[in-house]
Structures are given as C-alpha cells and as structure tokens.
C-alpha cells in the first residue's frame, strides 16, 4: 500500500476471502508492503500454514506465470479472453483490472461525466470498450489480425522501395543494352525449331533405316563370304578327287596295256622271278590277262562314272560360287551406298541441325530471359507505384470495426430501465446507449449532463443492469459489484464544485428497498454514509462504522484496532 492507513500499521498481511456460487472458497494473502500473492482454496479460518499457491498479481512480458486474473477468472467461471487493445488490432489478454470500472466503483468514478465503462482515461480505453463488449456477447478478439504500426509501416515499405530499386535498376539497363531485331521473337524461333527438330527427326529415321539395311547388307556379306570359303574347299577336294579318278583311270590302261603286250616278250629274265623266260616259266599275270582287262575295264567305267558325278557337283558348286559372290557383291554396294548416303548427306545435314538448334535454343533462352526482365521490370513497376501511393497517404489509413452487438445492446438497456423503474425514475425512464460517449442517455439526455446526484444513481444504476443481465444471460462478470457513495453527491475532493442537491427521497427510498430483492448468485456491496431503513438492514447484511467517537462495543471502522 502506498498510503499508510494509521489503523493499518499493528497488521502486515492483507488477507480476502471469496466464495461463488458452488458454495466453494477462495483466500488471497498479500503482504501490505507488496510482493507476491499466496491463494488458498479454503475460508481463512480454515488456512493451514504453507499449503498456499504462489501466484504473482500481474503478469509481464511474455511470462505464463499463474497471476491474481487467471486464479480469479477461474474461481469466477469466467474464460480466458483475448481483446483488442487499439485501433491496429492489436490484442492482449483480459485482466481483471481491465473490468475494473464495471464492478468496482470508487466515491469519484461515480460522480464523474466520464464513461462508466472506460473510467479515467488511458491507454486501455480500447480495451475496456472491448471488456464490455466481450461481457454483452461473450465472444472475444481472438480472430483480429493486427494491423502495422504507421511508422514500422512507413520504414517497412520505404525498405521495400529500396530493395525494389535495387532489383528494378540492372533489369531496366539489361532491357536498354539489349538488341531486338524486327523478326526475332519467341513465337517465329519456336516455329524454327518445330521444322528443324521435324528435319532432324526425319534424318533419323532415315539414318536409323540406313542402319538397320546396312546391318542386314553385312550379315549378307558375311554369309556369303562364309559360303564361299566353304565352296572354295569342296571345290579343292573335288579337284583332288578328280585328279585322283584321272591316275586311276590311267594306272588301269597301264595293266590292261601290259596284259596285252604281255605275250610279245622275249625270253629275257622274269622282272619277277629273275628267271629265263622260257615258254615253261609263266605267271599267273599271263593266265589271267583276260580276266585282268576285264576287271580293269570294269573298274574303269566305274571310275568314269564317279567321274561324271564329280563333275556335276563342280558345275553345282560353281553355280552356288556365282550365287554367293552376286550376294556378295550385292550386300558390299549396299553398304557403299548406305555409307555413302550416310556419310556425304545425312550426318552433315543432321550436325547441321544440330548446330542451328543450339544456336536457337540459346537465343530463345536470351529472349525469354529478356522477356521475364520485361514482365518483372512491369511487376516491380507496378508494385513500387502501390507502395508509393502507400507512403504518400493515399491508401486507407483506418480500419472499421465491427459495432456493439445492437441485440444485446437493446437488452442491456432493457435491464437498465427496469432498474430505473424499479428505483421509481421521475419520466417514462427510456434508456440508450451513446456508442460515442460510451455511456447511457435516458429519457433522450447524456448522463454527463445531469448534476453529480444523478450521475452517481445512473452509474448505479447501470453497473446493476450489466450485473443483472450477465447473470441472467450466463456472460462474463466476477458476479459482484461494489459502489461507494450511491446515493451522497460529492462536495469536496480534486474536482471542486457545487452539488446539484440531494437525491430525490423516491429515488432513495426505493434504492434501499431494490437491494431487498437482489437475486441469488450475486453480490451488491454498497458503501454509503446514509443509513438504510430499518427493515432493509435486517433484510441485507448490514455493517455499521461508528468511527473514532463512537461508543464502546461497536465497530469504529472498516480495520478493526487490535485488542
């Protein structure tokens, strides 16, 4: 506490219980010079030492800890919250302090012409016109997508510009330096390249055809030659047998011609036997002359025979040798042709292609690049002059953001003029809400407008509704409300000034009788110099101050001395 209170200084903790509507209990236990809050889930009698949770009153920075508002929240049923902060969308997490004003209702709030919903302005206004709103609809900010800053706008998007000129600056002089001839274009190279890439692939099928007759040529030759080495040596065997047919034939008319001169011999000696040959000496050569010319003309035709059959195969196989060297010679042009096609024509013509292909291809990547710095320069172009206008101001500068909820609006109003009623409001009692001024206007006036007495009951009277409707239509509220000094303008203080006079005894009157018929699951407290009627004390838990005169046996304040 940064005011010492003189009936505080004996205590050095601060200890709050609450209960809620589950018949549940909730201690809070602080030092009065500050520090962190211990909770207990039970009544203060009922504490046992050390069994408190930690808890820190406010979080900072990006910190999870477990504080005062997420303990409270909690204990209160009411949900997490994400709300919007100010008009870029940023968003921060509702606090208790951030309903503040709507509960909790000081003797000065309550006679000021500010909004009983922002309170003393500040740099939560935003936030708090978003608590109320949040309390109306139960539906938070938790979707908004932030908007930049202005001036991290303006240095985001002057940052931009930059980067764009560095990149549109060697796009633009590439687009100067570059040459562009009358016919050269993408479409009239694409087209060149359809018909080369046609010719080359024509030339291939050609070259490939050539291929495949000059492997067939080949393995023609081949046979051939293979054919004609086999003929070449049956034709040497069949020479050799013919030869040999010849000395057979020849060694055969040497016998037959030696049996027939057999006879004429003179007696010299035998060849054979080397005797005399007397007309006793003979040989069996002799004897059988005739049988030998016969069997040697036998032979011979037969040779004769064989003979004529060999020639035969001769001439065959040199029928066969003129076959195969007409193959031969055939498959050898074939392949000096298919060569010469190949070699003198179609490789030429394809490297040819070839070449003019890469050459296009090359150009075509130059004119496509050229082209993709064309469209980029007009991209980045475009998006330089969007930002520009950015920077001078052209674009919207403000978001609109949704309205209150008109429905519960409407309702709230409701709620508030039945408290009026009830309080029996001079006038027909008819209540709006100004979405400007953040406050209510009954019967067509602003609140700010009447004197500090009926402020103070048209605050109270508001705050009630709000209480009301939240717990009749299950939205966020702590479910208690305290008010200091509903009913006693203000006369003295930092706002100086007269009072407008009391409050009517109608109106005060039945603000007493009202507090009887306060519904269950809610809690009013009213702090007051002006006592109640007898029976609405007795109705009501009622505690008397008496102050630092009063008699012996009451109450002096609200801290109690120490005995």
Known sequence: MKKRIEEAEPYSQLLVEFENSEAQFLTLERSLSGGDIAAYASRINDIKPGSGERIVPKRSGKSQAKDVTEILFAFADIKEATLRKNDRGDVNRLTIRTMLPLFLVDEISIIDERSPITGRLGFDATARKRAFAYMLS?????????????????????????????????????????????????????????????????????????????????????HAESQLLAITELQRQYNLLAERYRSDLDRLDFITEGAHFFDGLQ???????????????????????????????????????HSNDLREAIKTLELLRSARETERNAGQDTIKRTDSRIRSILAPAMQDDNTRLDRLFSRRVELEAARSDEVQASDLRGLKEKIESEVSGRSPSSQK??????????????????????????????????????????????????????????????????????????????????????????????????????????????????????????????????????????AVHYEWFAGKNGPPGERKGFITAQS
């Open 138 to 222: 139960g539906k938070d900010d938790a979707g908004i997508i932030a908007s930049e800053r202005k001036d991290i706008a303006a240095a985001r998007l002057n940052a931009q510009l930059s980067v764009i000129s560095d990149i549109l600056t060697p796009i633009e002089q590439r687009l100067q330096s570059r040459t562009q001839h009358a016919d050269d274009s993408i479409e009239r190279i694409d087209k060149t390249i359809q018909a080369l890439s046609q010719s080359l692939a024509d030339h291939s099928e050609e070259r490939e055809t050539l291929e495949n007759e000059r492997r067939d040529a080949i393995a023609l030759v081949q």
């Open 401 to 538: 953001w949704e309205p209150l909820p008109a429905g519960a609006l409407r309702k709230l109003c409701a709620e508030v003029e039945g408290v009026l009623k009830e309080w029996k409001w001079e006038g027909e009692g008819r209540v709006e809400f100004d979405e400007t001024e953040y406050d209510i206007k009954v019967d067509g006036q602003r609140r700010q407008s009447h004197g500090k007495g009926v402020r103070a009951v048209l605050y109270s009277a508001f705050v009630i509704a709000v209480l009301r409707y939240c717990h009749t239509n299950g939205r966020p509220h702590p479910g208690t409300l305290v008010i200091d000094s509903p009913l006693t303008s203000y006369k003295k203080g930092k706002t100086g000034g007269k009072s407008d006079g009391p409050v009517s005894e109608g109106i005060e009157s039945a603000f007493w009788q009202a507090l009887r018929r306060t519904p269950t699951g809610v809690q009013i407290i009213i702090i007051e110099n002006k006592e109640p009627p007898p029976e609405v004390a007795e």
């Open 267 to 305: 007696e010299v000696r035998c060849p054979l036997c080397d005797q005399l040959m007397s007309p006793e000496h003979s040989h069996k050569a002799s004897e059988r002359r005739i049988e030998v010319y016969e069997a040697a003309r036998a032979e011979a035709s037969k040779i004769r025979a």
